[in-house]
């Protein structure tokens, strides 16, 4: 990304007074990093300004990033903002901090989901071929404007995008990039096992149940599994501790299309898509009103069980 580019981007924020930041809802670690990698970056070029990011309260885990514990989760009713940050989403996804945007006497869009190649803002950095909003950030702030923190931060939103570089979306340049980062310093095994891989036990008990429920359709190149209301209040689950279940699921030999579905509320499912290569699940997310990426993407959906099954069951075939 060119020096210009970058200048151009943050530079709407010399005459501000006020900026405000907001990711999607349920934020994933790609969100949460990229967020707090803007917010660190821009407190320590504008030490002046009124900086603020506003999340849905993002999981525990990734409370090692310097400045989560200035996320605000509240959402008040506040003044405009003159400059507003929509990261890692459009806008119809900041939930309660939309009204945010809608106000902002300036906006910028981040992203690299190509259910938002457009942009939703008046400046917009939109790259899908990135592997994680988080990508994006290292080069709108430069190599040479990093520190500690703001490195970790990026660091995280990319292991949680690429799967700890496993996804295909991981590129020599994804590659290079951490490297640059692990400079730093920061104990990256420890960051992986403590954001990506360590389950509690109650997360532990959930998976097994999914997993043990989950059955094979399409002559087993799709697998789905779900988690009803009932089951979560029985476990003392929340929807955090449902992460990974689909990953989990897409690994079973011979699926091409993994599917994790929960409740939340009657007749009303979070749909998980994950895809080996061959299904492009963000085309089947945006037709029921989601998006995501060509392997990774998810919708809401209404009716039954049955119903939400049957209804993905014909997209999926249209490609298969």
């Known amino acids: 990304m060119s020096d210009s580019k970058r200048l151009e981007l943050f530079s709407v924020c010399d005459q501000a007074e006020s900026v405000g930041i907001g990711g999607h809802v349920r934020p994933d670690g790609d969100c949460v990093g990229s967020c707090l990698a803007c917010y660190l970056f821009l407190k320590r070029k504008y030490p002046d300004k009124r900086i603020e990011l506003f999340l849905e309260k993002p999981a525990e885990i990734f409370c090692c990033i310097a400045g989560f514990d200035e996320i605000n989760s509240e959402f008040p009713e506040r003044e405009p903002f003159d400059v507003f940050f929509v990261v890692d989403c459009a806008a119809d996804r900041l939930g309660e901090a939309e ?39 290292y080069g709108l702030i430069g190599k040479e404007n990093l520190d500690a923190g703001i ?72 697998i789905v599994g779900s988690i009803s209301r009932k089951t979560m209040e029985f476990y003392g689950a929340e929807p955090k501790d449902l992460d990974g279940i689909v990953n989990q699921l897409r690994i079973t030999k011979g699926v ?45 959906m209404t009716g039954t069980f049955h119903d939400v099954v049957n209804n993905l069951s014909a997209e999926i075939a249209k490609q298969l």
Do not use: W
């Open 256 to 300: 091409e299309v993994a599917i994790f579905l929960y409740e939340t509320d009657t007749l009303t499912y979070k749909v998980s898509l994950r895809s080996c290569g061959g299904v492009d699940v963000a085309r089947i997310a945006a037709f029921f009103g989601g998006g995501g990426h060509v392997r990774a993407a998810g919708c809401t």
């Open 99 to 137: 009204s945010y945007f809608r106000a902002a006497k300036y906006t910028v869009n981040i992203d690299h989901h190509i259910s938002n190649e457009n942009g939703c803002g008046i400046e917009n950095v939109i790259d899908v071929n990135a592997s994680s909003t988080a990508e994006l950030m």
């Open 151 to 222: 490195a970790k931060a990026i660091y995280i939103g990319m292991i949680h995008d690429t799967g700890v570089f496993h996804y295909s979306c991981t590129s020599p340049k994804t590659l290079r990039i951490a490297a640059d980062l692990i400079e730093y310093g920061f104990d990256f095994p420890k960051i992986i096992d403590e954001t990506f891989y360590e389950k509690t036990y109650v997360q532990n008990q959930i998976l097994g149940r999914a997993v043990l429920e989950s059955f094979l359709f399409m002559d087993g190149k799709c």
